[in-house]
């Protein structure tokens, strides 16, 4: 839990020099609390202190980065448990498995599904983040030929190695030097040799332990012996465990500030079904898993689990916009019909989406107005007839079609007088008021 | 450091709900966050409910319209269909057909399917109009009335139409969905003006208004958390009806439940994309505090059911 002003101001010299450059200490203090400032403007504090200060400053749950490189990933600080009340900070990676036991083809497949998963939604490239390879031959050199092959097709994708045997570890480790790859394999049995691995090469070290008793012993000792970059997994593999054991998790990271668990989560939902493994990866997307595990990677389930992850990880505070331009729906000629609205995404998701189910070919204007709605851009004096009347002169779509004639959103039909006072030689209809009746009032014009 | 399980419990606990007649389900109940069962109570299971309606789903997408062929184009086959082969525990009879941009049914040709539909099989029904705010208070009225002893569900009341709907609600027995849109501000007044006619909040289900995977979402998601948090944590009773996720009706209708992979490869299969679309929707919005959801494909329905034998 972050300390308050006063207790931070105990903590300081309280001489009030002023060379941190506020009149008195407890000032400081108070702008330490609100993080405004850090320790370091004051030259005189105590190494105690700034022990203490760093600790409480730290994030709840520690940042990691995992892989190098354009497709390194963040994840952890997380300060919250439900999304309403702050943004969840770093979205949780995917991971895709692959086994040192599966067949060359199905190997040669995962990688390829892996580097061609990348899908651009809302302005956001969105892919599979991640490999989880998995000895599961127990022969050491197998895994290190999987790691071996991977690592020549796809030289930048984070990895996971997981093998709880130190021997396969050290070796499949080696081939991703400098990569900062996740050890995933430390258990009570074997923590001193692997923690040992993952120091000596610099990767991130994935415990696991059954249950969160055993889990926060293993996490205090893998930490004493100087390993700090952790990724847990409590064991829990059925969606009632995972829920738990992640609730729990963040719970006592952010509300107790239990540093033993203050780690990001590794939650493995492999099923043979694809439809019941993408409905308990959902589960730890929406429930505080940092890295989810999955067998498979169909394009048909990660178009939903991408975009589950970009719905809950969205900020509450800012609505997702699109980019402002005149989009086409379906293949519209300079005849076709031209209509306007606005840049909120779900507006915009909507409106096209309707369009296009009138099979009616269209030109959509889509206005920048901040990401807000018809009605509220309209009530923020954002979506105006002279903003309006400028977008369409400015947008060149003139050159594109032959007629002047704007559909306008019936909700601001008050705007028609302004829109063609502003855009001469035009003519401003009005369109329905919601967009599901767009179909029959688009089909109608066309007849 | 020892460690701690830092359980919650809460004064607050969502009402349960008991519908239907010869055959009851009840749904809601529990004194925890959704499938909190390792710090709560959740006694009771969602409901998911089959939707069928009154007329023929000419506008459903082929990917869920298929799995109806040859039973849809007539109500009491499609009930039958979805309780005998299909298992339904519970169905919603959606009165589309009386939308007057649809086939403009009268408020009789309703309640003539309503008789017709609730005779022929016993699970329990939820009984929705189509939306329309005028259509709909004259439609759920006799609709209401030709249900009366069945012990179903009424919907939608919105702020327009409330006190029509549940007044009719109310004669006849009926629980009834209050609808507002994505504020949980307007959720709690519309169920503050409905208890202030009279209406018992127990028989309250609310609605937030769904919205589906892609599409707002986590404006459902969020809105949902918020009430189930005021239910449990701040024990307002006015927000602990049970929540309903009308989850089909916004899946169906968008792109990626209708775009077929040969016009947009890097979606993958239609089909599979489809139904799982739906079941994500619906189990994700069970995560943030929907007890009954409304469903549309089969397999969609299955999967959610699994995923619930999972959590619970």
Redesign the interface.
Known sequence: MALTGVEIFKLLPKTNCKKCGFPTCLAFAMKLAQRQVTLDACPDVSDEAKRILGEASAPPVRPITIGAGDKAVKMGEETVLFRHEKKFVNPNVFALEIKDTEPDDVVEGKINDLLTSEINRVGQLLRIDAFCLTGASGDAGSLEGLAKRVAEKAPDVPVIISTEDPEAAEAALKVFGGKKAVLYGATEANAEKMAALAKANGAVLGVRAEGLEPLTALTEKVKSLGVEDLVIDSGARRAREILEHNTFIRRAAVKKNFKPLGYPVINFVQRDDPTMEALIAGLGVAKYASIVVISSAEKWKNLALFTLRQNIYTDPQVPMQVEQKIYKIGEPTEESPLLITTNFSLTYFIVSGEVENSRVPAHLAVMDCEGLSVLTAWAAGKFTGAKIANFIKESGVEKEIKHRELIIPGYVAILSGAIEEKLEGWKVTVGPREANALPSFLRSRAA | ???V??K?SFAGRVFPVTIGSEVQETFGGENTLP????EGEVPHRPLIAYEIQDVPPDDWPETVRMVYDGVSDDPVKWARHCVEELKARAITLRLIGTHP?NKDLSADDAAKTVSEVLGAVKVPFIVLGSNHVEKDSEVLVKAAEAAKGHNCIIGKAQEANYKTIAAAAMASGHKLIAMSELDINLSKQLNILITQMGFEKERLITDPMC?A??????YT??VM??IR?AALAQNDAVMQPPLVGDVGMYVW????TQAPEDAL??????E??G???E??TA??LM??GAELLILRHP?AVD??E??ID???
């Open positions: 450091m020892a460690f399980p830092p919650e499938f909190h069962t390792f941009d919205s995977l892609g599409y707002g979402l986590e998601y969020s958390e918020r948090l209708k968008i792109k990626e490869p890097e979606w993958g299969a239609l599979q994309r139904i799982l679309w079941a994500l189990t994700s995560l943030s397999k999967a959610v699994g995923f999972e959590l619970l």
